[in-house]
């Protein structure tokens, strides 16, 4: 099966210049979240999700890269922050992870990828792909984390397939689904 991708202009972004664009960035995610299971779930509210992005800006090496169609569109993008030895994501699968990952852990060189999300209609075209390896080549870390909600087909089957290991689950907040917490080790 062949598919098309659409020329795309990919842009990282600092938190300042990420504030800047913060009602196209909650655009989008109203857009992605806004369909069920997600719709009504208070988890996943538009208002919930600007409460942790706000709070992302202020946290060690948040960034945002973004992917805009030739048109201008916002067509996807991933946001996320160097994940500090101190986080509670540690804590919560600290007897789950292999020694190699507690190291990096505890040296605060893995960078947590929060957010990755693409326009329902232009999925399965590589966008997500494009941003994730934009994004993670450009870090100083060697070592990215991420979390899928266990059912979230089809990203739950790409992120193994992108390199990364599943190390345990995980709950956000009491709230929250419950998540495959994963690493991808350092390439080399």
Known sequence: MTKTTQALTVTRHTPDQA??????LTALYAEVYGVPPYAG???????TFTDRLQAA??????????????????????????????????????????????EAAKAGETFWLRELMVLPK??????????????ITGRAEPWTTLTCIIDNEPARSAYP?????????????????????MVLRPQD
């Open 19 to 24: 504030r800047q664009i913060t009602d196209e």
């Open 41 to 47: 779930d208070p988890f996943f509210s538009v208002a």
């Open 57 to 102: 800006f202020d946290m060690t090496g948040f960034e945002v890269v973004t992917a805009h169609l030739a048109d201008g569109i916002l067509a996807g993008y991933v946001h996320g922050v160097t994940l500090t030895p101190d986080r509670a994501w540690w804590v919560s699968i600290a007897d789950e992870l292999p020694a190699d990952a507690k």
């Open 122 to 135: 232009l999925t399965n075209q590589g966008i997500g792909r494009a941003l994730h390896d934009e994004m």
């Open 161 to 181: 397939r992108w390199g990364y290991e599943v190390v345990g689950r995980i709950k956000h907040a009491p709230e929250s689904p419950v998540y495959d917490a």
